[in-house]
């Protein structure tokens, strides 16, 4: 049987929720989407606070993931240990709240996300994602494997994505906010896309005033970031997997506005 998943670029501020909680569930209705993943490391722009988390779930999201900016508000610390649903980078040295690793029951099939982080240029002392994704493949086994790989370097993602061929049903990149043209099946039937892009405003700076970015790049003081309002979009992709193989057979990016 097919089944399409569904997984969204990194939610950043307000205006970006608001989007999510606007077109998520027609869109769910029109693509005939079966399991929802959510990047929210961006709700509260760094970071998310619980509040933000249950209006992402009550939006139609399955599953949360995270990246760089898990920590950015410290209240999501014990939430993470509370609620099953929202995943932080499993190769996370040392004593973080949270998991990284979750399975999930879709009507008796059995959906296993991992969520990882990339270390280039991003979090240098994070365990080695990829001996870390072995272990946790080696676990139980389910239908289909999910994976939101967050990170910077395109290279980092692609190498994971062919690591992990054939093992994975779907893995995709979050973090850059800007979306890759390069989703497609990979040799051994992993769908894959280098980034999903960005919930957010379209007039911005990965999600952030073009103003106050470019103030940044001038070298002046930006001040605190701001998400700014105006026309908003909704950037992921859809993946269709087989519960016969455990695998992928098409992979379609979405842009909803
Ligand atoms: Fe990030
Ligand atoms: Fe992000």
């Known amino acids: 049987m097919l089944y399409h998943i569904l997984s969204v670029g990194d939610v950043v501020g307000e205006p970006g929720l608001s989007h999510l909680e606007k077109t998520l569930r027609p869109l769910k ?17 760094i970071g998310l606070t619980p509040q933000q988390a249950e209006r992402i779930y009550d939006a139609g999201a399955d599953v949360i993931t995270l990246g760089n900016h898990t920590f950015g508000k410290m209240q999501i610390a014990d939430f993470l240990d509370d609620a099953p649903y929202i995943l932080r980078p499993a ?24 969520n990882l982080i990339g270390r280039c240029d991003l979090s240098w002392g994070s365990d080695n994602p990829f001996t870390v994704a072995d272990k946790l493949l080696d676990g139980e086994r389910t239908d289909f494997t999910l994976v939101d790989f967050h990170a910077q370097a395109t290279s980092e993602k692609l190498a994971m994505g062919y690591y992990l061929d054939g093992r994975v049903s779907a893995l995709w990149g979050t973090h850059t906010h800007v979306p890759t043209a390069d989703e497609r099946v990979y040799p051994k039937g992993t769908g894959y896309i280098t980034d999903l892009g960005m919930t957010g405003a379209v007039e911005s700076v990965l999600g952030v005033k073009p103003e106050q970015s470019v103030e940044s790049f001038l070298g002046g003081l930006p001040g605190r970031f701001q998400n700014p309002e105006g ?27």
């Open 91 to 114: 190769n996370y040295t040392g004593r973080a709240p949270g998991r990284g690793c979750g399975i999930y029951d879709l009507n008796g099939i059995r959906i296993r996300v991992v």
């Open 231 to 257: 026309p908003c979009k909704l950037q992921g992709a859809i993946f269709t997997l087989d519960s016969a193989t455990g695998l992928c057979t098409g992979v379609e990016r979405v842009d909803i506005r």
């Open 29 to 45: 209705k029109l693509k005939d989407i079966a399991f929802t993943v959510v990047n929210g490391e961006n709700a509260a722009s």
